[in-house]
């Protein structure tokens, strides 16, 4: 079965640091790729997505996120967190022929330290 | 405009109850999905909807599961004889007609506790 692995469950850093967060999968064939943020007390939103094109995608926020199809990786970036990107970050993937549903990372716990 | 809406935003039960959980989705939105996010388990797929088609319900963890969708809107989520390990929050989440960009937006979920 797909699986989609999120490395670090939790991660503390400063205000100004920079920040990358893996996200691997295991599905060989076509995918389209998200990561999704949920912050303290709010639902679910999207970051980014990646479907075609250019594999350096930039979203919300100042996040970006490089798809490596050799890697079967996601990674998203920011290059200087600040305290309001303290949040849980989800990496989703969506095989184009499996249907519609996002199979979902476990999430990683970001704190940002002012 | 309006995003995904859910309701109740909280329920709390009693094992061995049933509940039903409600889901509005965005205007126009042709798909409807169904997730679960407990401790543990993390973010999982539970059933989808796509326009007249039969679901795919493939994530459903047991036979006391069930959904609907009425009317192509409106989808009620329903768990028979709850049981603790149904302790979760429940998204809803909905996407526009293929072709027109895919994005699931979520609900901001029902969190249920089963005592």
């Known amino acids: 079965a797909q699986s989609v692995s999120q490395h670090n469950h939790h991660v503390i850093l400063s205000e100004a640091a920079s920040l990358e967060l893996g996200c691997n999968y295991s599905y060989g064939g076509t995918v389209n790729l998200f990561w999704y943020v949920q912050y303290p007390g709010q639902h679910l939103q999207l970051l980014l997505k990646?479907?075609?094109?250019?594999?350096l995608v930039k979203g919300i926020k100042g996040f970006e996120a490089e798809f490596i199809k050799s890697k079967f990786s996601f990674n998203l970036r920011k290059p200087s967190v600040q305290w309001s990107d303290t949040a849980e970050y989800f990496c989703?993937?969506?095989?184009?022929?499996?249907?519609?549903?996002?199979?979902f990372g476990g999430g990683t716990r970001v704190l940002v330290k002012p | 405009g309006a995003g995904v809406s859910q309701s109740p935003s909280n329920k709390v039960t009693e094992k061995g109850k049933d509940v039903e959980l409600r889901c509005d989705p965005i205007?126009?939105?042709?798909?409807l999905y169904w997730y679960r996010q407990s401790l543990g388990q993390g973010l999982e797929f539970l059933i989808y909807?796509?326009?007249?088609?039969?679901?795919?319900k493939s994530g459903l963890p047991s036979d006391r599961f069930s959904a609907e969708r009425t009317g192509g809107s409106v989808s009620t989520l329903t768990i028979q004889r709850t049981q603790q390990e149904d302790s979760a929050v429940y998204l809803c989440?909905?996407?526009?007609?293929?072709?027109?960009?895919?994005?699931?937006?979520f609900g901001p979920g029902t969190r249920l506790l089963v005592l």
């Open positions: 990646y479907f075609s094109g250019d594999p």
């Open positions: 909807f796509q326009g007249n088609s039969a679901p795919d």
């Open positions: 989440a909905s996407s526009p007609p293929k072709g027109k960009g895919e994005t699931q937006y």
């Open positions: 205007s126009g939105h042709t798909a």
């Open positions: 989703a993937v969506r095989p184009q022929a499996a249907g519609n549903k996002l199979t």
